[in-house]
């Protein structure tokens, strides 16, 4: 087909990807390109997450275009950034190759070979066996390198890594991430990780990428892609591949479960092949609370995921009921308080002792958590965690936390009035009824260490215990609201 054009309507994006579609059906190729002229980026196994989840129906026209006009509104345009192409380098400088360590060998065998050939110094902070101790001494190398090379690996369950790179991120060190999502088997020490670990990890990883975009830093999925950009930025060879390459990685990647639960609910209401246009128009009321000016014939799910893609185009106020990240129409008066309450949730929930503790206190606070949480509820948390003036943050010894930990440590970059307090998880824990292994458990711990010391390095208060959280979050409060 021809070069895919960034449609400028709705009948334009229509008429594109019919043109694309075979019988049908368009190919993942043609989806993602048309995606990235659209401002955002899809992976295979994105593709593969949606293919899945509509099951019999094929990836149509319609499909697709419902797809990228939800993107299109969590994402309207691209933020005015400085491209890491526009600074001045100092090639003496290090290179610090932070991320994916043991028993990964990506430093050895791709990225040390290439910056030596190009004389390029560099610190490699991979040990055979790795003690605390070693976070300072790895703390000063990142301090002096003028850039942080990380890559986190399919391998190994990166946890410390995503800690560091939010913190750095937040405080607007030069990075080049390379990043990839745990789909399909995966095993970790030759021990199959279970959906709940992945779609924790995941989780984390998703925020991290959130983070990477608003940031302008420079995300690749492939970490040929990361060095030969890197390389270019440190000698100052940019040519107009390494130009394309940065304008790809600076793209937000998206996650699949912005849009995901539209297209389930969207089937499971027509309950056949082919609806008639009463029903058609009463689905897209249920799922967007308006309704579409006329409908008429039947609408099978292809065209029925049409309607609601011109529904969403032309009501840009559907859009935050159905999207995290957008949060134009929240009432903030809801989430102007003083402590946000983050971290972990859970039946044995922290927060039940934490907000008594804080009720003999005069002071007000956001809970997130709720019985009937569901995705709409996301822009109103984005909003709050804005407004609170100041962020408590608990992860317990009950849960990974990751997703957490990775937003937590980009608020400790930023310097926001932060209180943590974090629990190793003890030996023998279970998750959702699955026993950690002793690695997994090592693994999240390391993440913990990581993050206390980011917070302290940056001045965030790291409580000993809950009571001392809260009381903590108290006095913080009383001192960002004095004059």
Known sequence: PNPI???ASMSSLLGNLQALAVDGVISPADLRA???????????????SVKAKLGSQPLSPGVAALLITLQKRQYPTTPERKSPLK???DVNNRVFLGGSCNPTTWRKDKVIPVLESQGITFFNPQVDDWYPELIELEAQAKQKAELLFFVVDVQTRGIASLVEIAALTAQQRRLVVTMNNFEGDCKFDDQPASEREKEDLNRGHDFLADQLYRYGVPLFEDMDDAIAYSVSVLT????ESVTELCRQSLLPLVSSASFLPIFSAARDNMGGPKVPAATASRIVKTLLGVAPDESHGEYDFDGLCQLLAEMVDKNPSVVPHLLPGIHDSVDY???????FLGGSCGAESWRVPAITQLSAHNVTFFNPERADWHT???ALETAAKQ???VLLYVIDGKSRGVGSMVEVACFVGEGRPVVLFLEDIPPATAIAGAALTAREIKDLNRGRAYLADAARRQKARVASSLAEAVDQAVVLVQEVSSP
């Open 34 to 48: 048309l995606c990235e002229k659209n401002g955002f980026r899809v992976t295979n196994a994105y593709i593969e």
């Open 376 to 378: 709409g509820l996301i």
């Open 5 to 7: 054009e960034r449609p």
């Open 236 to 239: 100052k060879t940019y040519s």
């Open 387 to 389: 407004q609170c003036r």
């Open 333 to 339: 008066s809801a989430v102007n308080k003083d402590i």
């Open 87 to 89: 600074h001045e380098v």
